[in-house]
């Protein structure tokens, strides 16, 4: 049956190229990003390292949690990388006998529970109030900037030993401090991403036709800052991870019976000479996470941006050329 003049067009009766394709557009742009990954095998690496990581964060406590606190003198400080005491000591054991295996797989969920929460603290409250601070500037700007000033006046890691030994060093009050002395990276950076956003020419149009300075910077300005933000908030990751263990080795940081890679280390130092794995393994695990976290960071900072993200399309050149063989002469 044939419609009339005056009845609107449905979407099945659009041309092909006018019908609407945000879901699929959205589909293969993550898909374009899985593909990138793939090309780069670093950043698949790192990421895959992550991942196994955080599963053993989520999942392993709770199936190796008991092992993790039993003691047995008769396994002390054995040596690692046999199988004769059992696969729960292949990793070795400490001075009573625990299980450096498990004790590995439950101190990554501890540190992870501090780093993660900071980490996640830390961008929600520094980049809305930079997003906030860039839009509007005038003295919203300066004093938000000069706020920021004073708490990076202080060094970090000294707020922070200063904080928690006048506090008790729990693991909230070590989120806490950590998350206020990061505020700041992420304000600085939202405050100069914002305030270059905002004479844009999309932004202005919006603001021609009546849109809400909230509703600009939550469906124009925040959507472009974030890529950014992410990319900052995987290398904070490190710092704070990093800044957690370096308290818990102080002995201000995580507390027994708690166990964190930090704390582990610190433990182990005054057997270095006789079981060295006790202070090895932990440290491995803490170089390991954090160069995978700053590898993955620095692809994730091409691929979000448009202007250079053709730059992982591109077919890599493998490290050592093969030298065509010379003809030999007559």
Not at 31 to 46: E, G, I, N
Not at 154 to 170: E, G, K, R
Not at 273 to 291: D, E, K, N, R
């Amino acid at each position: 049956m044939n419609t009339s003049l005056t009845e609107p067009a449905g979407q099945d009766q659009l041309p092909a190229a006018e019908q609407p394709k945000p879901v699929k557009e959205k589909r293969e742009a993550n898909l374009h990003l899985f593909r990138l990954l793939l090309k780069d095998p670093f950043a698949t690496v790192s990421a895959l390292l992550l991942i196994a990581i955080g599963l053993t964060a989520v999942v392993g406590p709770a199936l190796m949690g008991d092992l993790a606190t039993k003691q047995n003198l008769l396994f002390a400080n054995k040596a690692p990388f046999t199988l004769a005491n059992g696969w729960e000591y292949f990793l070795g054991s400490d001075s009573l006998g625990r299980s450096m295996l498990a004790r590995l797989v439950v101190a990554s969920r501890t540190t992870f529970s501090v780093a993660l929460p900071a980490v996640a603290l830390a961008l929600v409250i520094g980049s809305l109030w930079g997003v906030w601070a860039g839009y509007h500037r005038g003295w919203r700007e300066n004093v938000s900037m000069r706020i920021a000033d004073v708490i990076m006046s202080f060094p970090s890691l000294l707020l922070a030993v200063v904080v928690l030994y006048v506090f008790s060093p729990s693991a909230g009050n070590i989120v806490l401090i950590l998350a206020l002395t990061r505020i700041p990276i992420y304000l600085r950076t939202a405050r100069a991403e914002s305030a270059e956003l905002q004479s844009r020419t999309f932004v202005d149009a919006a603001r021609t036709f009546g849109a809400k300075p909230n509703a600009i910077i939550g469906r124009h300005v925040i959507p472009v800052v974030l890529p950014t933000l992410l990319t900052l908030a995987t290398l904070e990751f490190c710092y704070v991870m990093l800044a957690e263990s370096s308290l818990s080795f102080l002995g201000i940081g995580i507390q027994p019976p708690d166990v964190s890679w930090g704390l582990m280390v610190s433990q182990g130092r005054q057997y270095l000479q006789t079981a060295w794995w006790l202070s090895i393994f932990p440290g491995v695990a803490i170089v390991v996470t954090t160069i995978a976290a700053n590898v993955l960071a620095a692809w994730l900072r091409i691929a979000t941006d448009p202007a250079q993200r053709w730059r992982l399309a591109l077919p890599r050149k493998p490290l050592i050329a093969r030298i065509p063989a010379k003809e030999a002469k007559p």
